[in-house]
């Protein structure tokens, strides 16, 4: 114990190459957002009639992981709370992640997530679903107000209990005297609204609006706003930002991406002693975020898409190239095994697409004649994270070693 407290005191006596790490972090939200300007004017101009009490169209914003939706939706709602509260405006927005886990992963827990953000407490599970709503219902009747509800990664919403949950929801107006409630869906799916049920779509009735992909010039600006405030000066080797914003660039213009490097950059530098952020210390932050970003995707998937992507993984000793048809048969016996119901081919086709779009596999359409067409798939991941994720997956899937013989 000595010996870790001697390294505590040493570490405190250490000048940190950090000027203000918070920043580099993701809940930060900057005074200027840069290059979105248009973008957040186009949504200020939509939500504006929430200031005089009257409720706009819904809003669904599209665009790729790291392309500032959400920063600029905080960004606009600090904005909109403060007029409201100088002008006695009663606008109450929610914010939810859809990602996260026991908030929206069942229609039950979400509207009892509404309600806790109402100030009152329900059981997580037990009443019966029509209960829980008329307890919101009330709550958001009592006074006049009007909320906004922003659901981010509300495709993940839809995904876990399907899309009449937004149905219900829209539906709600009618209900209510007094307030009125307007919703905000943000997705990384940019034909997310394409896939819902008619029905749910045309009750939507909702504006779209698309934010693009940062280029690699304009995430090396961003990388420089936030360096000038988060490192002391002269502590980034020069081409560490221009390299980091490449790599984000490759990553589909990912802003986040690129900012989480180099925070981790900077913290492996600390490590090592050093007080200049160097190219190496990137590299090494490209393979850690790398096998964070796949590990932490998997971990947040269903237990249907985790059972595909362990038949890749189990397969793939044998051969570096393998078809939809081969994955299916082992995905059919883990089935068995696990007690899951079979998806269909199709659903499986589906379920490969999102894993080459995460980069955890390549797959590639190929036609084999009369016979149709077949992906055929390998994976693009390194071994060291190809253990973590059978690790993991056997994990989660409770898969007995002893099984895995019966599999293949």
């Known amino acids: 114990m000595a010996q870790i407290g001697d390294f505590f005191e040493n570490f405190l006596k250490k000048e940190s190459i950090f000027l203000n790490k918070a920043v580099l972090m993701s809940a930060h939200i900057p005074t200027d957002i840069l290059y979105r300007e248009e973008q957040i004017q186009e949504v200020a101009n939509i939500l504006a009639p929430l200031l005089r009490t009257e409720r706009p169209s819904n809003l669904f914003i599209y665009g790729k992981t790291g392309t500032g939706k959400t920063l600029a939706v905080k960004h606009i709602m600090e904005s909109m709370l403060e007029i409201a509260k100088k002008n006695n405006v009663p606008l109450k927005p929610i914010y939810v992640n859809c990602k996260l886990k026991r908030v929206a992963d069942t229609e039950y827990r979400l509207i009892a997530q509404l309600i806790k953000d109402f100030g009152r407490d329900i059981p997580s599970t037990g009443l019966p679903t029509d209960e829980v709503y008329n307890i919101f219902y009330k709550l958001l009747d009592q006074e006049k107000k009007i909320v906004l509800l922003i659901l981010d990664e509300i495709d993940q919403l839809t995904k876990k209990i399907g899309d009449e949950i937004l149905y219900n929801l829209t539906r709600i107006n009618a209900e209510l005297k007094q307030s009125q409630i307007c919703l905000l869906g943000i997705s990384n799916n940019l034909v997310f609204s394409e896939n819902l049920d008619p029905r749910v779509k045309s009750s939507l009735s909702e504006e779209e609006l698309i934010f693009p992909p940062y280029n690699a010039i304009q995430i090396q600006e961003i990388l420089k706003s936030r360096a000038k405030v988060a490192f002391k000066e002269e502590v980034i ?51 850690k975020v790398e096998s964070d970003k796949i590990i932490n995707a998997i971990v947040s998937q269903p237990k249907q898409f985790q059972s595909v992507l362990y038949s890749i993984i189990l397969i793939s000793p044998q051969k570096r190239q393998f078809y939809t048809g081969e994955i299916y048969e082992v995905y ?24 080459d779009m995460l980069g955890i596999i390549n797959a590639k359409i190929i036609s084999k004649g009369r016979y149709g067409r077949t992906r055929e798939v390998s994976l693009s991941v390194e071994e060291n994270i190809l253990i973590k994720l059978r690790e993991i997956l056997e994990k989660s ?3 007995n070693w002893i099984w895995i013989y019966n599999l293949l």
């Open 397 to 399: 899937l409770h898969i």
């Open 237 to 287: 080797q020069p081409g560490v930002i221009e390299k980091c914003s490449a790599y984000a660039a490759r990553e589909h213009g990912d802003a986040r991406r690129a900012i989480d490097l180099l925070r981790v950059s900077g913290e492996l530098a600390e490590r090592a002693g050093s007080t200049i952020v160097k190219i190496e210390h990137l590299d090494d932050a490209e393979r």
């Open 332 to 355: 059919k016996n883990i089935c068995k095994q696990t007690k899951f119901n079979v998806l269909t081919q199709r659903r499986i086709s589906d379920i490969l697409a999102e894993l």
